[in-house]
């Protein structure tokens, strides 16, 4: 229903603890806000007539709505699912039942650091994945998705 070509609407969504970029962990997220990076993907979009629409939380079930409400209304998801990439599977699930491009999108690349942040549950279900290019990641994320629906 979420087709492409349906919706100029691109879901971002953030997951725990990314409220806190700009302060958490510098060394590893860079001291850019979430605002920021959310400013980088809104102007990415409006360059390719798409719009943002941003959620973040902590709570997994509440993503989870996020993205059924998703379903039918919005053409992409773009998703940095934080900590719950590598166990959310009710995330997977919800993503699973989306019908459209998901970019599933890491500012630090997970793969050169501790062994549980190897393994994505979100990755079977996503288009393709940006990780390591720390803010820049998301206007590679947007670019993606205009790719995708054919609007670059
Ligand atoms: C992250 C990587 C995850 O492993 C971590 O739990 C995060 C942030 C990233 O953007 O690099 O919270 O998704």
């Known amino acids: 229903m979420s087709g492409e070509g349906s919706s100029?609407?691109?879901l971002l969504l953030s997951?725990?603890?990314l409220n806190l970029l700009g302060e958490r962990e510098?060394?590893?997220y860079g001291t850019s806000t979430l605002a920021d990076h959310v400013q980088t993907a809104a102007s990415t979009a409006d360059r390719y007539?798409?719009?943002v629409e941003h959620?973040?939380?902590n709570s997994e079930g509440v993503l989870v709505d996020h993205v059924h409400a998703a379903r039918g209304r919005t053409a992409a998801i773009v998703i940095n699912p934080g900590a719950l990439s590598h166990y959310g599977w009710s995330l997977h699930d919800a993503l699973a039942a989306?019908?459209?491009p998901v970019i599933e999108l890491h500012l630090s690349n997970p793969d050169s650091r501790e062994p549980w942040r190897r393994t994505s549950v979100v990755a079977p279900v996503s288009t393709g994945c940006i990780s390591?290019?720390?803010g820049d990641g998301y206007?590679?994320?947007i670019e993606a998705v205009a790719q995708l629906l054919g609007r670059s």
């Open 8 to 10: 100029s609407l691109v």
């Open 15 to 17: 997951g725990p603890n």
């Open 26 to 28: 510098p060394d590893i």
């Open 49 to 51: 007539g798409l719009q």
């Open 55 to 57: 959620h973040q939380s």
């Open 98 to 100: 989306f019908d459209g």
């Open 132 to 134: 390591g290019f720390g």
């Open 139 to 141: 206007r590679l994320a």
